[in-house]
């Protein structure tokens, strides 16, 4: 056993004392936020959620980056939040602007096209720009690189539970790179040739694609067709050196050359998670079923009385998304041959 356990449960010695956090392994990590200067108030909302709720006792640091020059508001009230280290980043515009082989036409009449037909974010300029910076730039901004481990945090987010053990070092000491707390279905509008893209990339690089996969929360016909299901990326944890690898690098780099941030409205969160389904084995992505979540409009509250208790939840049960209709948690969890958690049945 190791020298500080950690307490995942209240049987486990050092829960009420939160003993081995002070003197236990501190992992290489930090959280990350892209924000615009006018999120001000609304991250400083999700940062107090964080640290009341986890990082006052860990202090670990926060990254924050921006296609703008953060302003003195922005970093005097974050880093007045933060209890460890801030660091602020400028996106260099290679980043975060049309790729030389994209047809600024072509995108231009998609966008008004999709803002007839009313897809949300459709006519954005700007949210592609964030699709496709948190789908293959973040994990590589200069500040990025001294750190193994992320948590990515957005605007407007609520932490309903206490998190009493280290997600990082729960990743690290359990050998896993991706992770999540809710999953859904995309909109097909805005990802129509996604799926082209992968399996031509597939093909391309079959020394990619990982053995024991799972490819079966992605496609319920063995590949063919894409079955609309992925992790939202709003809440990340994971690891960043598997971001970096080649394997991750040649998978953004296949598809942003097929221009569907741009001609489509690809969202990072299909982008990452067919990529940790099919290049990760199943044993490297994790739920984490006791980090109780909102962003608008889902909210994952612990299924598990018990848990909830032990955690001082304060959200609603019958709020919970994982086992409704809309939801791929279920699915997640029969590809895997887990268990559900005590109280699914109850709480679906
Ligand atoms: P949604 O959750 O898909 O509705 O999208 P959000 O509006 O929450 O954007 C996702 C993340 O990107 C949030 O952390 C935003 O603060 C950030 N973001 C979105 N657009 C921009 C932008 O134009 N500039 C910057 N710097 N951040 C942005
Ligand atoms: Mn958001």
Same mark, same amino acid.
């Given at each position: ?49 964080? *640290? ?21 508001? #922005? ?54 720009? %964030? ?6 730039? #973040? ?5 990025? %690189? ?25 990743? $690290? ?12 279905? *995309? ?14 990339? %597939? ?31 709003? #809440? ?27 001609? *489509? ?29 909102? $962003? ?53």
């Amino acid at each position: 056993p190791a020298k500080f356990p950690m307490a995942m449960t209240p049987n486990d010695p050092g829960w009420n004392d939160l003993a081995g956090i002070k003197d236990g392994p501190r992992m290489n990590a930090t959280f990350v936020t892209l924000a615009r200067n006018s999120d001000v108030w609304e991250i400083a909302k999700s940062i107090r959620q964080v *640290e009341d709720r986890f990082n006052r006792r860990y202090g670990y640091d926060w990254v924050f980056l921006n296609d703008q020059p953060f302003d003195d508001t #922005f970093k005097k009230v974050t880093t007045s939040l933060v209890s460890g280290k801030t660091h602020y980043g400028l996106i260099p515009e290679e980043h975060w602007s049309f790729p030389e082989w994209i047809d600024t036409d072509k995108a231009a009449k998609v966008r008004e096209d999709m803002k007839q037909r009313q897809i949300i974010y459709g006519d954005s300029i700007s949210y592609r720009h %964030m699709c496709r910076f948190e789908s293959g730039f #973040f994990f590589r901004q200069a500040l990025m %690189m001294n750190y193994d481990y992320y948590w990515r945090v957005e605007p407007s987010i609520e932490l309903y539970c206490d998190v009493h053990y280290d997600p990082f070092r729960y990743m $690290h000491e359990n050998n896993k790179k991706y992770s999540f707390v809710l999953s859904l279905l *995309e909109y097909m509008e805005t990802i129509p040739t996604l799926w082209d893209s992968v399996k031509k990339f %597939m093909k391309n690089h079959p020394e990619h694609i990982a053995a024991g996969n799972s490819l079966g929360f992605l496609s319920d016909d063995g590949g063919e067709t894409y079955n609309r299901c992925h992790f939202w990326s709003n #809440f990340e944890v994971g690891s960043l050196n598997w971001l970096r690898s080649d394997q991750y690098i040649d998978y953004f780099n296949s598809l942003d050359q097929d221009g569907g941030f741009f001609y *489509e409205r690809w969202g990072d969160a299909p982008v990452h998670s067919i990529a940790a389904a099919l290049m990760l084995k199943k044993e490297e992505l994790h739920f984490f079923n006791d980090i109780a979540y909102y $962003h608008v409009p889902f909210t994952h509250c612990p299924t598990g009385e018990k848990t909830r208790e032990a955690l001082k939840c304060h959200c609603n049960p019958k709020e919970n998304f994982d086992w409704k209709g809309y939801s791929c948690t279920s699915k997640f969890f029969d590809v895997n041959n887990m268990e559900k958690p005590k109280g699914w049945e109850e709480e679906s």
